[in-house]
């Protein structure tokens, strides 16, 4: 009798490290260009894929850095948010066929995460103005650009979970 033995999802592979993120970036960028976006990813829904999606046919790769749980409770969003931790979040997010790359950040911002990689793009949500961004800046400094992608109306976690919990 042969007992078969399940591998961990292949999809596990896109997690890296902060200390290992540099080099992956490396190996990303021989494919062509890497977009960058970031965010907490809490509770993922369509306006996430779709954003995701877009993001991703900017460039060759996407990588997606994660706020660290401390850094997303550091956003306001509530006391018991993230509802998912860092590690669920991030294979969730590794799972996504649009998704290259998964790394953490554990400051306020991706800057120095950003500063780091040096991705050809950075894209972040419709919601911010990316002439006011310091991320935007060092982006355009080294020669990349940034761009916003407009959200996907009717989706918000924040709205979700408050849909959830009225029952």
């Known amino acids: 009798m042969t007992v078969n033995t399940l591998l961990p999802p292949a999809f596990l592979a896109k997690l890296a490290s902060r200390q290992d993120a540099g080099r992956r970036v490396v190996e990303l960028k021989a494919h062509g260009p890497v977009v960058f976006t970031n965010g907490v990813f809490d509770v993922l829904h369509r306006g996430h894929a779709s954003y995701l999606a877009q993001a991703r046919s900017l460039g060759a790769r996407l990588v997606v850095a994660l706020n660290s749980d401390a850094s997303a409770r550091r956003l306001g969003k509530g006391p018991d948010r993230p509802l998912n931790n860092e590690l669920d979040r991030a294979a969730l997010m590794a799972a996504l066929e649009s998704v290259s790359l998964v790394t953490w950040f554990d400051e306020d911002t991706p800057l120095e995460l950003i500063s ?52």
């Open 116 to 167: 780091e990689l040096r991705p050809d793009i950075l894209v972040k949500g419709g919601d911010y103005d990316m002439s006011q961004l310091a991320e935007t800046q060092v982006v355009l400094a080294y020669g990349g650009r940034a761009q916003a992608i407009p959200f996907v109306d009717g989706y918000s976690t924040t709205a979700l979970v408050k849909k959830i919990r009225q029952g």
